[in-house]
T-cell receptor, first 112, second 116 residues
Framework: RKEVEQDPGPFNVPEGATVAFNCTYS??????FFWYRQDCRKEPKLLMS???SGNEDGRFTAQLNRASQYISLLIRDSKLSDSATYLC?????????????FGKGTKLSVKP | EPEVTQTPSHQVTQMGQEVILRCVPI?????FYWYRQILGQKVEFLVS????????KSEIFDDQFSVERPDGSNFTLKIRSTKLEDSAMYFC??????????????FGQGTRLTVV
């Protein structure tokens, strides 16, 4: 059973496209939710936290559905610089799984 | 932006050798974490460290691994006898405040360990 599961990808889209990433998590006691971005062979960097009410940051919109244990990320008007792997990350407290559980990521390539 | 520094950026070692990976976390942060990422795989939790003690560790973090904070600033991960399957990127993480699941986590640029 996968703790955090994401679309396998990759997504190849033209500039200006709208892209949606989906994620599900298995632990109903999870407390916090994030989208991280990881460039090739680099460290993960926080893109945005995800709240139950949904939140938006410029071209990026994140949503959380606790009942369905589902998290999404929408990128509008995609740019070449958005090309990266997007990691769905869930925070839990305690247990041998650690505090942040990462999905495998979905790779996005934005083409001119 | 706060910075977590890791050294070396790349280490090649022979199987069975000991390696020490170093991290300088953000000052005044109390929680520190090590994660690893095997090439093409997901980021996996290894161990968390708080108040100079291990607070939690995963199944991956067996007796071959140890962590220390030798001088109050540096934070090290030691692998005593490396195996081929230890080849991975190792990331040190320093959360902004408190435990990592509650806040933004700053990751170091990673150490790529290659065991041959």
């Amino acid at each position: 059973r996968k703790e955090v599961e994401q679309d396998p990808g990759p997504f190849n889209v033209p500039e200006g496209a709208t892209v949606a990433f989906n994620c599900t998590y298995s632990n109903s006691a999870s407390q916090s939710f994030f989208w991280y971005r990881q460039d090739c062979r680099k460290e993960p960097k926080l893109l945005m936290s995800v709240y139950s009410s949904g939140n938006e940051d410029g071209r990026f919109t994140a949503q959380l559905n606790r009942a369905s244990q589902y998290i999404s990320l929408l990128i509008r008007d995609s740019k070449l610089s958005d090309s990266a792997t997007y990691l769905c990350v869930v925070g839990t407290s305690g247990g041998s799984q650690g505090n942040l559980i990462f999905g495998k990521g979905t790779k996005l390539s934005v083409k001119p | 932006e706060p910075e977590v520094t890791q050294t070396p950026s790349h280490q090649v070692t022979q199987m069975g050798q000991e390696v020490i990976l170093r991290c300088v976390p953000i000052s005044n942060h109390l929680y520190f974490y090590w994660y690893r990422q095997i090439l093409g795989q997901k980021v996996e939790f290894l161990v968390s460290f708080y108040n100079n003690e291990i607070s939690e560790k995963s199944e991956i973090f067996d007796d071959q691994f140890s962590v220390e904070r030798p001088d109050g600033s540096n934070f090290t991960l030691k692998i005593r006898s490396t195996k081929l399957e230890d080849s991975a990127m190792y990331f040190c993480a320093s959360p902004h405040g408190g435990q990592i699941m509650n806040t933004e986590a700053f990751f170091g640029q990673g150490t790529r360990l290659t065991v041959v």
